[in-house]
């Protein structure tokens, strides 16, 4: 089992940054077969959308409307993953969800954080 945990959603001006921070717990033995983690969002009447994904070896990938402006980065040792989101536009504002998944895994999700962009 692997449990997620986003924190450090709010709410921020146009051209503002903030940082989501995504920590993964459980079983040790989950834990190290995953070998994905993602950011998701999904804005009211929308469906969810890939934001980012960096894999173990460190590959990362980005929605182009967020590439030049987003950072995904992990800290291996803290098991957490990293959204750094600078240049925020108001079409940026949505649930923001942390995702893994790895080889004999399910999906995991976390819980959401809010993400609120004002013009």
């Known amino acids: 089992q692997v449990h997620l945990v986003e924190s450090g959603g709010g709410l921020v001006q146009a051209g503002g940054s903030l940082r989501l921070s995504c920590e993964a717990s459980?079983?040790?033995?989950?834990?190290?077969?995953?070998?994905?983690m993602a950011w998701y969002r999904q804005a009211p009447g929308k469906q969810r959308e890939l934001v980012a994904h960096i894999t173990s070896d460190g590959s990362t990938n980005y929605a182009d409307s967020v590439k030049g402006r987003f950072t995904i980065f992990g800290d291996n040792a803290k098991k957490t993953v990293y959204l750094q989101m600078n240049a925020l536009k108001p079409e940026d504002t949505a649930v923001y969800y942390c995702h893994c998944n790895g080889l004999g895994l399910p999906a995991y999700w976390g819980q959401g954080a809010q993400v609120t962009v004002s013009a």
């Open positions: 459980g079983s040790i033995i989950s834990i190290d077969r995953i070998n994905l």
